[in-house]
């Protein structure tokens, strides 16, 4: 096993909308590579005023955005997972739960998309999950100067430039929970405590919460230029530099109080996500291994500093588990209903069940999964949404499933409140794709594109 990385009103109704992404055919349904590419522009200046640029719908309820930050003078991608309720409760906003990738962050999308299961576990609750894109290496902070051709102002991004925007746009609230691993996780403690009040609740699945004890600084040097070269001194400036101890979760643990804490580490010893190696507790992921002590040693260090604070802390410790996704996948379940509880939001969704005309529908599309909410009004008809799409009606048009990347595109233009109305055929292949028919006009999707032809 590889090592883990160190690891609506938003809505346009257009004529043509067209995605340019890469997808598959699953079940039936065109569903996208969620790695949309990036939208070309002017560079960003720090004059300019924070702005959403371009959104794509990757789905009904997963949406890529990109947005102008004047603090690190680029377009940044950030995805979000919109909450269950997205639909039923137009008009209602929902708290935000900001989950940080690891040291490797790709520039596609997160490791927790792509590596765990986030979008799946996530479709059933009631907040909205916000996924930054990139800042391999970053720890998400604001770093002394630009390096590897990167001007990193993660920190001024994410707490004063984002948030305002996603509150406008995107029906958040200031009810924030943040969520991190490896890299994440320290930068999940780091952020909570350097931002009083930006968050209810912070959890590190195997961070390294203390960046000053000896020899910290010069290990996370070595493992900054192990991913792709970027210098330590450019982050915080050299290991005496006070920038450094400014960051430190263990130095910020006071910060803490009154906030909903949860941390969690492995052992190193292999698990049942390891290979083993043929020697007893170890593991063919030697890297993993290493690294998970170190978690283990500093996330100690800080939990033994929050007890001498008093500040409660839920943790656990796993007899077992290298430093790698599939731990933190389980981690993020594990921690659900605290992050629940600290966000006022229900742990579980309510139950549902299908009736009427959208019952053989959601029997037949097995593709659909189970359903999320009960039946909803909608202006001349009916909807149920599911875990991988939405079920509409209309005595015009019938029942109907809608979702992937066709979805997508029907959701970015307003759904059955825009100009194409209700669905009033299923997906049917054509040539290299499918198309889905609507009352005023067509989706095709085609090429790696799902395009919008309203009539």
Known sequence: MAVGRWGRRGRTALAVFAVATTAVLVG??????????????????????????????????????????????????VQLLLARDWNVKPDARFPVLMMLDGLRATEDQSGWTKDAGAQDFYADKNITVVLPVGGAASFYADWKKPDSGKNYRWETFLTKELPPLLDKDWRTTNVRGLTGVSM????????????PGFARYAASFSGLLTLTTLGMPQAIAYAMREAGGYNADAMFGPPTDGEWAAHDPYELAEKLKGLSVYVSSGSGLAGVYDIPSGIPGVSTNWQGMALEVLSRFTTQQFVAKLNKLSIPVQVNYRPSGTHSWPYWDFEMRQAWPQAASALG???????????????????????????????????????????????????????????????????????????????????????????????HGTIVFHDGKAEIHAT
């Not at 349904?29 to 005023?49: H, R, Y």
């Not at 930068?187 to 405590?193: S, T, V, W």
């Not at 742990?347 to 909803?376: F, N, R």
């Open 28 to 77: 039936g349904t065109a569903v996208a590579d969620p790695g949309a590419a990036p939208p070309t522009g002017p560079p960003v200046a720090p004059t300019d005023k924070p702005a959403i640029r371009n959104v794509v719908w990757l789905s009904d309820r997963r949406v890529a955005l990109w947005v102008d930050s004047p603090a690190m003078g680029t377009r940044i991608q």
């Open 184 to 195: 994440g996780g320290s930068a999940a403690m780091m952020l909570a405590g350097r931002n």
């Open 345 to 439: 939001v229900e742990a579980a969704k309510p139950d549902c069940a299908s009736a009427g005309a959208i019952l053989p529908v959601s029997l037949a599309k097995t593709w659909l999964g189970e359903c999320l909410t009960g039946e909803y009004a909608l202006a001349g008809g009916v909807a149920q949404d599911f875990r991988s799409g939405r079920v509409l009606w209309s005595a015009g048009s019938g029942a109907h499933a809608v979702g992937g990347m066709i979805g997508g595109a029907y959701e970015g233009a307003a759904g059955p409140a825009g100009a194409l109305g209700f669905p009033t055929s299923d997906e049917t292949p054509i040539s290299g794709g499918v198309q889905q028919g609507f009352q």
